[in-house]
Structures are given as structure tokens and as C-alpha cells.
């Protein structure tokens, strides 16, 4: 029986036990290229069969198998953090990177080669960014990689028993509450595959088969993190709280709740000296008001992450919830915005928290420095409107988040639909206007007196339009009966300055410690 592909052991001299450069696995080394086709994707695989990448050099069974899952349920990578174990020829990943995921391949360092050529055969350019290869050996390095992965993908990475307690600890550490894992294998009885998912993978997660196929005898598993996300914040932590509490599995959450945050304020105390100029913007819109956030972090991988993303949801709908009092009739627009420290005072819906505290939850889980950096909140009367847009947007992860729009630039465009608009898209329109705000980066209103070019190049009705440039917005806009009252722009990361407050620079930003929370239990 040919061998599974490479897996990870302890130390280098473990490595060369289990995988020796002489063991003539395949005594011939020659190259071999073999085609694929999945999800409308066609795949050029090099495998360099021989013995210096033995296991890790061909396409295998469950590899195929993963890749033809994907294609069967339409599985949505679009935006997704994902990272695969054991990639080998990396077809697994490739297809990921292809359908959107932001991907890292990982194996051992003898396989990286074979994989960035790979990589290069099959992933465009433009998307190259999104497929990073890194060297990864379970149980050694895997704390040099962080948490909370949206998807981990192996196949055929389970027939070494001693590897087993390394995997499962790399997999602990690499996922999180909201992390989905997706291992296929040949179930090899001589090997123990399926005492590993029977037996040693249910301790720790939660495992459902989702595809067996008898005849090629491999399955596929969809893994996630067990029980309460609560009892998973650290080595034996859950289990004291249970003891702890008599077994009362609600008071041992509020307990392991009260100490995350505790944990979380102090590495936020450590971390509020670094810069986090990246991050996301976000845009709500709720009947005649909207609200734009701006809330930094220090990578943009940590910015496309899950968790972060569920931070700037609550933070935008905390502060549409504290301006609900506000939506008394009006008679003109109202535009507020909020600085850092206006923010923090604010809480969630409906938990009621401070957004301060979920910053500290959010910087103990991801262990980056964040930042509230800023927020404007706008309404408008009768026979007005908000247009929106949000550049860069990433896609949302279920029915929760699917009213704020995150991105990198955002702008809201306060409207009047005049009499003459009735046939005018007011949505489409909006979303017209919020592009053009966010190319064209007007620093005022200006009037439709005002003529093109010279010191008006800056007034947004005397640009030329970004979508029809031979007109200016001004003279696009008047046969469609809409006029531009204001407008807000924000991007993510730069120093502005907030009307009536002094420039919201890095270390003007919201000091986390400002107001901590009680220390008691």
C-alpha cells in the first residue's frame, strides 16, 4: 500500500526517522505533471516523485476527494482565513486560493518547493497574495501561526500514530468558536485512523462524516471546536470552573467570562503603545439614519478575522442603538461623529457591555493592539435620503452580520429627492454618489456656481463625475432631480480630523485602560 502523505513529528532527528532522504520510497525520482478540473478551475499539479520528497510528492486519493467535496456543496471561501496542514502538491489550498479564500499552505520545509511552484502554475498574479506558503511542524512552531482560522483543510494527513497528540494540538491552537475543519482520509486500519477520529479528535471537538466513499475507502470529516466557547480559555481553566461552581455550567461561564476580560485588559495595557493603523470600516444603515466606524487593529490579517469583524458590527449597531432616542421627527439632517472616547462609554445590544470591554476580549483572543478609532452618526428628515459605499468590502459571515458592510474606505452621502426625481434609482444613485466620494476624496461640498479645475478641484459638485468624467457631479446630477446636502468619507488608517475635535492621531487615540473594569469575580 503506498504511503499517505508527509505528516509532522517532534525535532529534526524525529523528521528524518520517520521520513530518512535514502528510504526509496520512490527509487526513480522523475517529474510528473497531471491535470485536474473542479469547481470550473483547471489544475496543473507538478509531482516530483523521488525520494527526497517521498510522501509528500504525489496527488492523493483523499486530496481528489476533499477537492471534489468543495465542488458538490459549493463551499464559499470568498474572504475566509484559511490555512491547510500537510499541503504537499497543495491542490487543496490552490483551490481554496481560487475560490476566494485567503490561503496558507503549510508542510515541512523539504515540501515548500514543490508547493511555491505549484502555487505559481495555478494561481493567478493578481491573486498571489492571497496563497502564502509557510513551513509548519506540529507540536514545534505552530504558536508562530495565530488563532481563530475560518477553515483548516487536511487530507491524508492522519496514519502516524506518535504525530496524533501534535496534531491535535496544532488544531487547538489554530481554530476558534466560529472555526469550520475539514479533514479527508483513507482509512487505514493498520495505522489507526479511525481510532484518531472515533476517539482522540472527539475529546476536543465536535466531529460529523459528511462524505464516505467504500470503494476508494476514504472519508471526510467536518470538525469544529466543542461545547462552550467559555470552557475553551486555557489548559484546565474549564474544568476548574466547573469543579468550581458544582458542575453549573452557566455560573462557570459568567466566571471564565469575568477572568477573559481580565485577561484581556491586561494585554491590552502591554499592547497599547504599538500602531494599528489597519482595520475596517463600517457602514449601517437603519431607516432614515446610518452610521460609518472606523476600528484599527496592527495587521490586515487579524482585520479579515471573524472575531475582529464581529467588533466592528457591534460597535456600529451599539452606536445606532444609542441614537435611537434621537429619531424624533426632524426637520433638517443631522450629522454627529464620535471620537474614541465617546465610543468606549458606549454598549452592545443587547448584552449592554462597554464597546471598551469587547475591545479587551477581542485584543485577549487575538493579541493585537485595537483601537475605536472613530464614528459618525447621521439622519435625515422626510424627502431625504443616505447613500452609502463601502470599497473593499468583505463578504459577511451569516445572518448576524449582514447589515454593516466592512471595508477599507466608506463614505454616506446625505441626499434631497427633488421634485423632479421620480424616476430616479434613489438606491443606485446613492451608491453612485458614495463611489465617487470615496475615489474622488472631495474635501467640500462647493455649490454648482462653482467651476471646474483650479482651487475647486477639491469641491465634490465641481469634480468631474467618477463615472462619467466629461460632466461634473454638478451638472450630473441636476436632470435627476437629486441634490447633495453633506457628505462623510472615511479610510481606514489615515490621520483626519473630526469637525469640532482636534486630529485623531495614533496617540490621541482611546487609551484602553482609561476605565477598566471592576477586578472582582
Known amino acids: 500500500m503506498a504511503a499517505p502523505r508527509c505528516a509532522h513529528v517532534e525535532g529534526a532527528e524525529a523528521l528524518d526517522a520517520v521520513f530518512p532522504r535514502d528510504v526509496g520510497l520512490f527509487a526513480d525520482a522523475f517529474p510528473a505533471e497531471a491535470r485536474y478540473h473542479f ?50 502538491t497543495g491542490i487543496v489550498g490552490i483551490l481554496a486560493t481560487l475560490l476566494g479564500g485567503d490561503v496558507t499552505l503549510t508542510d515541512l ?3 515548500l518547493e514543490q508547493l511555491r511552484e505549484n502555487v505559481a502554475r495555478n494561481v493567478p498574479a493578481e491573486h498571489m497574495v492571497r496563497a ?33 497528540p501534535l496534531l491535535l494540538r496544532t488544531l487547538q491552537h489554530l481554530s476558534g468558536p466560529s472555526s469550520t475543519i475539514y479533514l479527508a482520509s483513507k482509512m487505514r486500519q493498520e495505522h489507526g485512523t479511525a481510532e484518531f477520529f472515533e476517539t482522540l479528535l472527539p475529546r476536543h471537538f465536535a466531529c460529523e462524516l459528511v462524505q464516505r466513499d467504500e470503494q ?3 472519508s471526510i470529516y467536518r470538525v469544529t471546536r466543542r461545547g462552550w466557547p467559555w470552557l475553551r480559555s486555557g489548559p484546565g481553566r474549564g474544568r476548574k470552573a466547573l469543579e468550581t461552581f458544582g458542575n453549573d455550567f452557566k455560573q462557570a461561564e459568567v466566571w471564565l467570562h469575568k477572568q477573559a476580560q481580565k485577561e484581556g485588559w491586561s494585554k491590552a495595557s502591554k499592547l497599547q503603545g504599538r500602531k494599528a493603523k489597519e482595520g475596517l470600516i ?77 475591545v479587551a476580549l477581542a485584543i485577549g483572543k487575538l493579541g493585537e493592539n485595537m483601537v475605536l478609532r472613530r464614528a ?16 473593499g ?68 459638485l465641481a469634480q468631474p463625475f467618477l463615472l462619467e468624467p466629461n460632466l461634473s457631479l454638478g451638472q450630473y446630477l441636476q436632470p435627476h432631480g437629486i441634490s447633495v446636502l453633506d457628505f462623510v468619507r472615511f479610510e481606514c488608517g489615515e490621520a483626519a480630523e473630526l ?23
Open 109 to 111: 520545509p523539504l515540501a
Open 282 to 358: 463600517g457602514v449601517l444603515l437603519e431607516g432614515n439614519a446610518a452610521v460609518m466606524v472606523e476600528v484599527n487593529c496592527e495587521t490586515d490579517f487579524v482585520a479579515r478575522n471573524t472575531r475582529f469583524r464581529q467588533l466592528v458590527q457591534q460597535v456600529a449597531v451599539g452606536i445606532m442603538a444609542h441614537h435611537q432616542d434621537a429619531g424624533k421627527p426632524l426637520t433638517t439632517y443631522v450629522k454627529r461623529f464620535l471620537k474614541a472616547e465617546d465610543l468606549s462609554q458606549l454598549k452592545t445590544v443587547p448584552e449592554g457591555r462597554l464597546l471598551s470591554d469587547q
Open 393 to 460: 468590502i468583505l463578504p459577511t459571515d451569516g445572518p448576524s452580520m449582514i447589515k454593516v458592510a466592512l471595508g477599507k474606505y466608506g463614505a454616506l452621502v446625505i441626499c434631497e429627492a427633488l421634485a423632479n426625481s421620480p424616476g430616479t434609482n434613489l438606491v443606485d444613485m446613492g451608491r453612485k454618489l458614495g463611489q465617487h466620494v470615496v475615489g474622488m476624496a472631495p474635501l467640500s461640498l462647493g455649490t454648482l456656481d462653482d467651476e471646474p479645475g483650479g482651487n475647486t478641484e477639491t469641491k465634490m
Open 132 to 164: 502564502r506558503i509557510r513551513a509548519l511542524s506540529w507540536g514545534l512552531d505552530h504558536e508562530q501561526f495565530p488563532s481563530g482560522y475560518d477553515v483548516i483543510l487536511g487530507a491524508d494527513i492522519i496514519y502516524l500514530r506518535d504525530t496524533y
Open 376 to 391: 459618525a452618526w447621521v439622519a435625515v428628515p422626510s424627502g431625504c435620503y443616505i447613500g452609502s459605499y463601502v470599497h
Open 216 to 218: 476508494e475507502n476514504i
Open 39 to 88: 469547481c470550473g478551475h483547471g489544475l496543473r499539479i507538478a509531482q516530483h516523485h523521488g525520494a527526497r520528497l517521498g510522501v509528500a510528492a504525489p496527488v492523493w486519493e483523499a486530496a481528489l476527494a476533499l477537492c471534489q467535496y468543495f465542488e458538490e456543496q459549493q463551499l464559499d471561501f470568498q474572504g475566509k482565513q484559511v490555512i491547510e496542514l500537510g499541503a504537499g
Open 499 to 521: 469637525p469640532g475635535a482636534q486630529e485623531s492621531q495614533e496617540e490621541d487615540a482611546m487609551p484602553l485602560l482609561a476605565s477598566p473594569p471592576a477586578q472582582g469575580v
